[in-house]
């Protein structure tokens, strides 16, 4: 459909039309394809340094199980703008997000959430600690 039409899009370089893709999912797909295709355009609009747009995108009322990755987006893009207090503030509720879904597994022990999750929580941890002072009181 059209998530991986704007694939192909951005993969060939057509950013533009790959966002115009994105954006028609945003408004016309179904809950999780539209988180997704949030996080998607929001990560262009990133690397596009249109920051004020992917505040805005990252902005929209999402599912929770999208919660910890639009946090961590708006982290980047705080970051991307030199704000270090946003930042770290949005890490800081990612991490919490990754912290609380351990606990609320019914299928797995928090243990083995921890590990599955170990990877992730650390690159998350790296990001918030990247931001010096800003970032203390983990």
Not at 9 to 31: H, I, P, Y
Not at 61 to 83: I, N, P
């Amino acid at each position: 459909g059209a998530l991986t039409a704007a694939k192909a899009l951005f993969d060939a370089g057509d950013v533009k039309s790959a966002k115009a893709q994105l954006a028609w999912v945003t408004e016309n797909a179904a809950d999780e394809m539209r988180d997704l295709a949030r996080v998607r355009l929001a990560t262009v609009q990133l690397d596009e340094q249109a920051y004020d747009d992917a505040l805005k995108t990252l902005s929209a009322s999402h599912g929770q199980s999208f919660e910890l990755r639009f946090a961590e987006l708006k982290g980047d893009v705080f970051a991307a703008q030199g704000k270090k207090a946003e930042s770290a503030a949005a890490y800081k509720a990612a991490l919490a997000r990754l912290d609380g879904e351990g606990k609320d597994a019914k299928n797995q022990s928090t243990l083995q959430m921890r590990g599955a999750n170990a990877p992730y929580r650390e690159m998350l941890q790296q990001k918030l600690d990247s931001l010096g002072h800003a970032g203390e009181g983990k």
